[in-house]
Nanobody, 116 residues
Framework: QVQLVESGGGSVQAGESLRLSCVTS????????MGWYRQAPGKQRDLVAG???????NYADSVKGRFAISRDNARNTVYLEMNSLKPEDTAVYYC??????????WGQGTQVTVSS
């Protein structure tokens, strides 16, 4: 059974940090490109950070220098380290997995709330 399960969300104060995890199962994790997306109420779901199967990363401009994506192929897990959090980072964060010629996969999301 294919699963992407996010965890690590929560409620924090501005300036604090959180680390999100997305544990996958049922897929050959090492060949998938992984990404973190977020969706705030009333807004579209946007890419936050991505990491390719080869380890190349990319970030939304709004999180560059504050967030870091990483992957552990031995643990089938992708992480998002979020530092210096701002109220505008408040959203539901989703994990996405994709590889050529297969449907994309999404987790159920984890809520991140940052108060000022």
């Amino acid at each position: 059974q294919v699963q992407l399960v996010e965890s690590g969300g929560g409620s924090v104060q501005a300036g604090e940090s959180l680390r999100l995890s997305c544990v996958t199962s049922g897929i050959n994790f090492s060949i998938f490109n992984m990404g973190w997306y977020r969706q705030a109420p009333g807004k579209q779901r946007d890419l936050v950070a991505g990491i390719t199967s080869g380890g190349t990363t990319n970030y939304a401009d709004s999180v560059k220098g504050r967030f870091a994506i990483s992957r552990d192929n031995a643990r089938n897990t992708v992480y998002l380290e979020m530092n210096s959090l701002k109220p505008e980072d408040t959203a539901v964060y989703y994990c996405r997995a994709d590889v050529r010629n297969l449907p994309e996969l999404w987790g159920q999301g984890t809520q991140v709330t940052v108060s000022s």
